[in-house]
T-cell receptor, first 115, second 113 residues
Framework: GAVVSQHPSRVICKSGTSVKIECRSL??????MFWYRQFPKQSLMLMAT?????????EQGVEKDKFLINHASLTLSTLTVTSAHPEDSSFYIC???????????FGPGTRLTVL | ELKVEQNPLFLSMQEGKNYTIYCNYS?????LYWYRQDPGKSLESLFV?????AVKQEGRLMASLDTKARLSTLHITAAVHDLSATYFC?????????????FGKGTHLIIQP
């Protein structure tokens, strides 16, 4: 299947700092990518839809000024957690939608710990 | 608001047994997905079901979809330890963007020798 990578896989930061997470589709062009968040032992929650060349669409309750999404190219979307706080600690997973197919391919995830 | 409910949320079973995981969703959806997640890992795609009556099988896993009842099942046949994982169903719709997935809470499956 298609490959989606995320970087970094794990990050620990201090409260108040910003963290950028990259999501790349390695073997196809993705006009649409998605960002999900998963708290321990819970399900995945859709945070936002990232559209190449346009603004992201955020889910209700997700602060767009806190979670900045940039989909600068057809293979790269970035999520920046600004002024991170301990409650932002979570597993962040991106997915990419391959045009013409019905599958979302998920990245390996980024575990964020905010101290 | 689209809701996806799975049951059971936790299942412990012995190798060799059969069992079924159920997934109900609240509103019409285009597609239903089943994923597997191992601890600390991301999601592995198992099945995508598109139409009423769709049935797909891979190894010891079989998924079906009844769109009229808004119900999907994931059936495990003659379980083996390697199938221990958390299984999620998810449907499209209910989100702000096209094709964003709404997930069930997951079924944590433990298969004991």
């Amino acid at each position: 299947g298609a490959v989606v990578s995320q970087h970094p896989s794990r990050v620990i930061c201090k409260s108040g700092t910003s963290v950028k997470i990259e999501c790349r589709s390695l073997d196809f062009q993705a006009t649409t990518m998605f960002w999900y968040r998963q708290f321990p032992k819970q399900s995945l929650m859709l945070m936002a839809t990232s559209n190449e060349g346009s603004k992201a669409t955020y889910e209700q309750g997700v602060e767009k000024d806190k979670f900045l999404i940039n989909h600068a190219s057809l293979t790269l979307s970035t999520l920046t957690v600004t002024s991170a706080h301990p409650e932002d600690s979570s597993f962040y997973i991106c997915s990419a939608l391959q045009p013409g197919l019905l599958l979302q391919f998920f990245g390996p995830g980024t575990r964020l710990t905010v101290l | 608001e689209l809701k996806v409910e799975q049951n059971p949320l936790f299942l412990s079973m012995q190798e060799g047994k059969n069992y079924t995981i159920y997934c109900n969703y609240s509103t019409t959806s285009d597609r239903l997905y089943w994923y597997r997640q191992d601890p600390g890992k991301s999601l592995e795609s198992l099945f995508v079901l598109l139409s009423n009556g769709a049935v797909k099988q891979e190894g010891r896993l079989m998924a079906s979809l009844d769109t009229k009842a808004r119900l999907s099942t994931l059936h495990i046949t003659a379980a083996v330890h390697d199938l221990s994982a958390t299984y999620f169903c998810a449907v499209t719709g209910g989100g702000g963007g096209a094709d964003g997935l709404t997930f069930g809470k997951g079924t944590h499956l433990i298969i004991q020798p």
